[in-house]
């Protein structure tokens, strides 16, 4: 089965500065790749996703990057504030077909984002 | 509110107890998921339903079982529980138009 793989555990930024969290996954058949974020106590919420067929995508201070051949893909969050602080999660799947349900998400264990002011 | 309804929201029991968490996906979604994430721990996938059926099934003890009913709620029974069984409990669908995931706020379960 698919194997996620989430670095670093944990990071702490300044306020304004940007934040790098790296993933890479096991299966090449992988070719959906979400990113959540939890805050504590509270459920993860979807922030950014992208499917295998895009290398990168980008959401005002947020963007994804995938590189298919080395199968690894980062979550990039430019000009972090302090709201950034928060648990992201990476995660993988086959996407095997929408209908059907062929779309378990593998996830990472997890970052934890501290940002300082 | 994400559409996701989980219920009930907390739970204290004691070992050995039994357990029903109940999730209602957002309408129109077909799949449910159910994750265990316990404290400073990730999301542990347990298993997943589609229309009814069993699509996938993680690392889901024994004493856990889980069911989709025709109107596509669904439950998941913990028996016997263990102390290590404490944990934030999530419920996610999605439907047959996206890949992403919308998850509910969880069923934390403390067992003493």
């Known amino acids: 089965g698919e194997n996620v793989e989430q670095h670093p555990s944990t990071l702490s930024v300044q306020e304004g500065d940007s934040a790098v969290i790296k993933c890479t996954y096991s299966d090449s058949a992988s070719n959906y790749f979400p990113w959540y974020k939890q805050e504590l106590g509270k459920r993860p919420q979807l922030i950014i996703d992208i499917r295998s067929n895009v290398g990168e995508k980008k959401d005002q201070r947020i963007a994804v990057t995938l590189n298919k051949t080395a199968k690894h893909f980062s979550l990039h969050i430019t000009e972090t504030q302090p709201e950034d602080s928060a648990v992201y999660f990476c995660?993988?799947?086959?996407?095997?077909?929408?209908?059907?349900?062929?779309?378990?998400?593998?996830f990472g264990t997890g970052t934890q984002l501290k940002v300082e002011l | 509110d994400s559409g996701v309804t989980q219920t009930p929201k907390h739970l204290i029991t004691a070992t050995g107890q039994r357990v029903t968490l109940r999730c209602s996906p957002r309408s129109g979604d077909l799949s449910v998921y159910w994750y265990q994430q316990s404290l400073d721990q990730g999301l542990q996938f347990l298993i997943q339903?589609?229309?009814?059926?069993?699509?996938a099934k993680g690392n889901i003890l024994e004493r856990f079982s889980a069911q989709q009913f025709p109107d596509l709620h669904s439950e998941l029974n913990l028996s016997s529980l263990e102390l290590g069984d404490s944990a934030l409990y999530f419920c996610?669908?999605?439907?047959?138009?996206?890949?992403?995931?919308?998850f509910g706020s969880g069923t934390r379960l403390t067992v003493v």
């Open positions: 995660a993988a799947s086959e996407g095997r077909g929408l209908t059907g349900g062929g779309n378990k998400l593998t």
């Open positions: 996610a669908s999605s439907s047959d138009n996206t890949y992403g995931y919308t």
């Open positions: 339903y589609y229309n009814g059926e069993e699509r």
